[in-house]
């Protein structure tokens, strides 16, 4: 388990994540698709501290930031999901085609 | 030489990364959620893996919530959430792949030519004392930061989500779908729309409102601080 494969692994769940929030049009499954990047920098994170900073404890802070971030997108995401789907009636991207209410 | 360790990082890392692919590639978007869950707990277990049980931990758990209130959202808001009917809900979808792939292999291009430092963590380290230590020490200030930064979220949720706003409820002028088949789809109310076509002082209805009403009509459900919309 050398730190080449971790951040290998990591890469994958990026570039999955990435594909998924470009090509979904449900705004839930973009938000999961921003998530899996998500998953996959938070490994890169622990596997960096865990193999190359001889354990530091501020690597440890710096994951717990990330996990931060991902709660911070989650609730931010979903209440636009909300207000979105209160103002248009819309769970579309498509549905969206100016930024005016 | 293949150890228990290695075998049991290379399982999780093909869990992890198949059911992050597979969350895209289900029919059903509830069952796509609790995918993204399993990737998720993998990846926890990976750091466990790697001795970092707190964050591995904090990381299953904070998931299993998360995806728990992502299933809601898909039964309130998604239409199939169940997955009865087969669905590929997906636009400029050879875009999407070639970034995806060009983003894997940019940064496997980066791991494999970079030279990574190698300081593994030192055996018998209490880890989660010292982040205790970290986190309520001299990184106080930055853990704190996530914690107004996380009740500004809050407050922020709250704002974007409520009914009521500054300008009126929230809901105003939009229509939710008929149950009926063949029934008016969700949208706008199409009349607020016609007035806001009168707006331009133009007679000619767009194409794509065909119940545009009498101009005068029209003007006096103009309200005077809303500006026109130019998009149907």
Not at chain 1, 35 to 61: A, F, H, Y
Not at chain 1, 75 to 101: N, P, S, W
Not at chain 2, 11 to 30: K, P
């Amino acid at each position: 388990m050398s730190l080449q494969a971790i951040l290998l692994v990591a890469a994958a769940l990026i570039g999955l994540g990435l594909y998924g929030a470009l090509s979904q049009k449900s705004f839930v499954m973009l938000l999961m698709g921003l998530e899996l990047m998500l998953n996959g920098v938070l490994l890169i994170v622990v596997g960096c501290w865990s193999r190359s900073t001889d354990g530091d404890p501020k690597g440890q802070l710096l994951a717990i930031i990330v996990m931060a971030v991902m709660a911070v997108d989650m609730a931010i995401g979903f209440a636009l999901v909300t207000a979105v789907y209160r103002k248009r009636q819309v769970d579309v991207i498509e549905g969206l085609t100016t930024m005016k209410h | 030489m293949v150890s228990g360790t290695d075998l049991a990082f290379w399982t999780l890392a093909a869990i992890a990364i198949v059911s992050g692919w597979r969350v895209f590639r289900t029919d059903s978007m509830v069952r796509s959620a609790f995918l993204l869950l399993l990737s998720f707990i993998a990846v926890g277990l990976i750091m466990l893996l790697l001795r970092a049980p707190y964050l591995g931990v904090a990381t299953i758990f904070m998931m299993g919530v998360e995806m728990m209130v992502m299933a809601l959202f898909m039964v309130m808001f998604m239409m199939n959430p169940a997955g009865l009917n087969p669905m590929n809900m997906v636009h400029q979808e050879r875009f999407a792949i070639v970034a995806g792939v060009l983003a894997f292999a940019g940064l496997a291009a980066a791991v494999w030519l970079t030279d990574l430092p190698h300081h593994p963590l030192v055996a018998g380290r209490p880890v989660i004392r010292e982040l205790g230590m970290e986190l309520l020490g001299r990184s106080m200030l930055i853990f704190e930061t996530a914690g107004v930064t996380l009740l500004a979220t809050m407050i922020g949720t709250v704002v974007l989500s409520s009914r009521s706003g500054r300008f009126g409820p929230a809901d105003a002028g939009s229509l939710p779908p008929t149950m009926t088949p063949g029934g008016m789809p969700a949208g706008r109310i199409p009349k607020k729309r016609s007035g806001g076509h009168g707006g331009h002082g133009g007679h000619a209805p767009s194409a794509a409102s065909p119940t545009a009403g009498e101009p005068a009509h029209g003007h006096a459900n103009d309200h005077p601080h809303q500006p026109p919309e130019h998009h149907a």
